[in-house]
């Protein structure tokens, strides 16, 4: 075993006490890592290889923050080999020779009778945005040994890395990090008086952690970051109730109310010709929405007879097309994009007739804002589980690899079951153990027919339960 053997000048030193938090809190030893356990953990069969000092050029697969990087410099500390990283986005032909050549210098002034002498370990982040040359130039160094490649990827290495260079490596997938595991982290950050901020009065609204972890998307680094600006937005007082006087000095009070101010996004605002212009189109709108005919008329030609823009009203009927009218009348949509269609074509005035049959049409159509609820309970769903795994049975597979590691197994086709119906789960197994559903069919115009549909697949489906 190599793990209590002192590093090589030239593996990652301490990050300084400025670094960002995430940076700062890498683990040093195996002993600090959190997760990955089948890819990594103890009796894994990388320990095992680093026990034995005989490592592989490996590819390292996963989603942002899940420890590709860390791994990497862990790999060449725990094996006492030379650590070299380079990113794809940055660096060309030029720095990866520049390492070739350091790498061989170390090799012919090795001594040592440690199988990891003058090794060098190249790690190249996003690997996937070298194009097929530059991955080509790596091939005869990893031929020859002259460095111990290991690549970081977000990206399928079965489309992102070339053959030959693949095949010159194990494939080492790393999956998104458990709530559990960046909550562990977050209190490690939370409670290290060296690297992390032990060393501040902090106090904590119960359950931020938890929360912290929740929106972090399985990503330590993400978890990290949003607990730092946390911390910096109370140290600057900028939030009312963050900074709490106690007889030793400040103490930060970390709470939700600061994470919520962390994760907005800016938005802008535009007025394209003041509140009149926004009164008309509000109340062209909402009479189409109230099945209101002649009121839309006389707010469609008040504003043309204003000079509003013809384009932006031809906008707003594909709105009230989709989001008042949606699949009641699946037409709607399809004759609001001829309207707009037309007015490209012909232009004022002969476009009137077109925009006035397609408000008419909004207007006496019926009415629906299923589609436009079930969205928001969609959108709902993907803030508050994140980016959860897509099911393997649903996983395409024209790779061997990619069949190995279980996608596309235990698919069924559908036109294959009697009624072209399988009634397999398409969700995400959280949400799919939850219940969850997002479309309720109104009950007016073509969604009842959908609602017919629907209750018919339900039944399909309880009786192949």
């Not at 959190?34 to 894994?44: C, K, L, T």
């Amino acid at each position: 075993m190599f793990f209590d053997q002192e590093p090589s000048a030239d593996t990652p030193d301490r990050p300084p006490a400025n670094a960002p938090l995430a940076e700062r809190m890498r683990p040093r030893n195996f002993e600090e890592w959190v997760g990955q356990s089948d890819a990594v953990g103890p009796g894994s069969p990388l320990r095992a290889s680093i026990e034995a000092g005989r490592l592989h050029s490996m590819v390292l697969w996963g989603p942002p923050g899940c420890g590709k990087t860390t791994l990497a410099r862990l790999l060449a500390r725990q094996s006492g080999i030379a650590f070299e990283q380079l990113s794809a986005v940055a660096a060309g032909v030029k720095e990866v020779r520049e390492v070739i050549e350091r790498a061989r210098l170390r090799l012919r002034a090795a001594s040592g009778a440690h199988p990891n002498s003058g090794r060098t370990l190249l790690f190249i982040d996003e690997i996937h945005r070298f194009n097929k040359a530059q991955q080509d130039g790596l091939l005869p160094h990893v031929e020859d040994g002259t460095i111990l490649f290991v690549g970081a990827t977000t990206e399928n290495p079965s489309f992102s890395v070339i053959a030959p260079l693949l095949s010159r490596c194990r494939v080492l997938t790393l999956e998104r990090l458990g709530e559990q595991e960046l909550a562990m982290l977050l209190g490690r950050a939370l409670t290290d008086p060296e690297r992390g901020l032990g060393a501040l009065e902090i106090e904590l609204e119960p359950g931020l952690v938890e929360k912290i972890a929740g929106v972090s998307d399985g990503d330590a680094r993400r978890a990290l970051n949003l607990l730092e600006h946390c911390v910096e937005l109370a140290r600057t007082g900028a939030l009312e109730g963050t900074r709490v006087e106690r007889a030793g000095g400040i103490a930060l009070r970390l709470t939700a109310v600061a994470l919520r101010r962390v994760l907005e996004r800016d938005h802008m605002l535009y007025d394209k010709g003041g509140e009149e212009h926004f009164n008309l189109i509000s109340a062209f709108h909402k009479s189409m929405r109230a099945s209101d005919p002649d009121a839309a008329l006389y707010w469609l030609f008040r504003m043309l007879a204003a000079g509003e823009d013809p384009l932006w009203i031809a906008r707003r009927l594909l709105c009230v097309a989709s989001e008042d009218i949606g699949l009641a009348d699946p037409q709607a949509m399809p004759i609001a994009v001829a309207a707009l269609q037309s007015l490209q074509s012909l232009g004022l005035p002969e476009a009137e007739l077109p925009l006035a049959e397609a408000t008419i049409y909004m207007a006496t159509a019926p009415k629906s804002n299923s589609a436009y609820r079930a969205k928001e309970a969609a959108k709902a769903a993907v803030r508050e589980h994140g980016p959860l795994a897509v099911p393997l049975h649903l996983r395409n597979a024209p790779t061997g690899l990619m069949k190995q590691l279980g996608y596309g197994r235990e698919y069924h086709y559908d036109h294959d079951a009697p009624d072209h119906y399988s009634g397999q789960p398409c969700l995400p197994e959280r949400l799919e153990q939850a219940g969850a559903s997002f479309y309720e069919p109104g009950e007016f115009g073509f969604e009842r027919e959908i609602r017919k549909r629907l209750d018919w697949w339900r039944k399909l489906r309880e009786q192949k339960r």
